[in-house]
């Protein structure tokens, strides 16, 4: 099921990314303490109540060469198109200028609902500056501080009664649902057209025809697939489209939608840092992953071209070790059919279980074959292990005292799982409680 999306527009300085902080400040300082992982501040997820859904600071998205006027209307824009409630934030201590009712102008024209928040409304005394914001036309005004935290509960009420109720319709537990994400030009729109076009593939909803406009249904040997925003890679245009923070917004979108992400690298060109960051992001969701190779047919091979290649894959995305690489060709459509055959892999193996006596077998002859080394004097004590959820497959190791499992130690249980029960493409996690 996805997540509800709120998007904050106004124009610069109305204090947007600190209202963004404030609603996901505290999840943003967890995410970014996971090595090698950085986290882009624009897009996050947020929690009100009994409700959790993403916040876009659509400020974040830098177009800021673009005069006033162009900014304020492309992020808008984007609100309009990526969020199911907007709040629109004016600054109540300017009152309402030219460039607020040039936002206010383009959120008429949509048909999401926005909620109005009046920042820098300090102290109580403030509170008369309110009313001079009905003029705007989005019915009553709520007053807060950002940099107080005041008044936030009362519009975060107001902005999840109107999250659409219907947001999981559509699950279908046999389809998988994957995406394609990688740096503009490495080929992701032509590997979507070379894998409807394979021979057999039954396309039942191209993007575009329906409601939800973004995704693509097909079938194949009668699995059912859904590649998820196939819109957000064709399209190209608008000033915000190419830049690369909207494009990692697009895909972090993606991501959380997906069982399976197919992490596309253009061979042509090589790895590149985008690349890993791009990769990280997927990583970092506990999706199964692939990394796809296109455009293997530009490359001038020798005999151990693939081989060499595949080695600096493994050695740039160290994190992606359990991820399967395929090469291909999107253009000549060469090995294209093996690419749905590894998804339907991965994806099993994100959703496999396997049996706890089973388990607990393989951790006992791991360690027999290697005992964990004491910590100041102690010595870890594993009593039982149990494998707690799926997607990504989850464990729970229980041990006399946590602090005794070291990361080193956990990686060598994920080796003996791993190569016990063969979880190829898929991320696993693994936690030591306590049990006495
Ligand atoms: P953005 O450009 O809309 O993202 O605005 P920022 O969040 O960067 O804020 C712009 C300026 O307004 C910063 O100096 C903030 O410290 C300040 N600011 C933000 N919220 C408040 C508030 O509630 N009260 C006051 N007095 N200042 C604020
Ligand atoms: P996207 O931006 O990731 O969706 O990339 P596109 O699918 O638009 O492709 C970018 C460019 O790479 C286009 O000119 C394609 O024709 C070219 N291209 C895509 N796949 C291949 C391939 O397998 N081999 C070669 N040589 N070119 C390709």
Redo the contacts with the bound molecule.
């Keep these: 099921m996805r997540k509800s999306v709120v998007a904050i527009v106004g124009r610069p300085n109305v204090g947007k990314s600190t209202i963004f902080n404030r609603l996901v400040g505290e999840r943003i300082s967890i995410v970014e303490d996971t090595p090698g992982v950085t986290r882009d501040r624009i897009y996050s997820e947020a929690e009100w109540l009994h409700s959790t859904f993403n916040v876009i600071d659509t400020g974040g998205i830098d177009i800021s060469d673009e005069p006033l006027i162009v900014q304020v209307r492309e992020q808008a824009q984007i609100a309009i198109e990526e969020a199911d409630v907007i709040i629109f934030l004016v600054n109540g201590r300017e009152g309402i200028t030219a460039a607020d009712e040039e936002v206010a102008k383009i959120l008429y024209k949509s048909n999401k609902p926005v909620v109005l928040g009046v920042n820098k409304i300090d102290n109580y005394e403030m509170q008369e500056l309110l009313y001079e914001f009905y003029a705007l036309g989005f019915g009553q005004p709520y007053p807060i501080s950002g940099t107080h935290g005041l008044g936030l509960g009362d519009l975060l009420d107001e902005v999840i009664k109107h999250f659409p109720e219907d947001l999981d319709d559509d699950e279908d537990e046999d389809r998988i649902n994957f995406s394609l994400i ?1 740096r ?8 979507v057209n070379a894998i409807l076009g394979e021979e057999r593939v039954i396309v039942s909803n191209i993007a575009g025809t329906t409601k939800d406009a973004v995704d693509t249904e097909f079938s194949k040997d009668n699995r059912k697939f859904k590649i998820i925003d196939t819109a957000g ?1 064709r399209k190209r245009g608008k000033v915000y489209e190419s830049t690369e923070k909207y494009s990692v917004l697009r895909a972090l979108k993606a991501i959380e939608r997906s069982d399976v992400v197919l992490v ?1 690298i253009d061979a ?1 060109t090589g790895i590149i840092e985008q690349d890993k960051r791009i990769a990280g992001y997927a990583h970092e969701a506990g999706k199964a992953i692939v990394i796809v190779v ?5 490359v001038d091979k020798e005999q151990d071209t693939m081989k060499k290649f595949e080695d600096d894959i493994r050695k740039q995305f160290q994190f992606l070790s359990y991820a399967p690489v395929v090469f291909l ?4 459509t060469k090995r294209i059919h093996t690419l749905l055959p590894m998804v339907i892999e991965v994806s099993e193996n994100h959703s496999k279980r396997v049996r706890t006596n089973l388990l607990n077998e393989v951790i006992e002859d791991a360690l027999a074959m290697n005992p964990a080394p004491s910590i100041k004097g102690q010595k870890l004590k594993i009593l039982y292990t149990t494998q707690v959820s799926t997607k990504p497959p989850t464990f729970v190791v229980f041990v006399n005292d946590p602090e005794l499992m070291h990361f080193t130690y956990e990686r060598f249980l994920e080796n003996r799982i791993r190569d016990a029960f063969g979880f190829v493409g898929t991320p696993i996690k693994i936690y030591a409680r306590q049990r006495k």
């Design positions: 990688g503009p030009n490495v080929g992701k729109s032509s590997l890679m596309v042509d296109n455009k293997w047919d530009a060709s999107a253009l000549t």
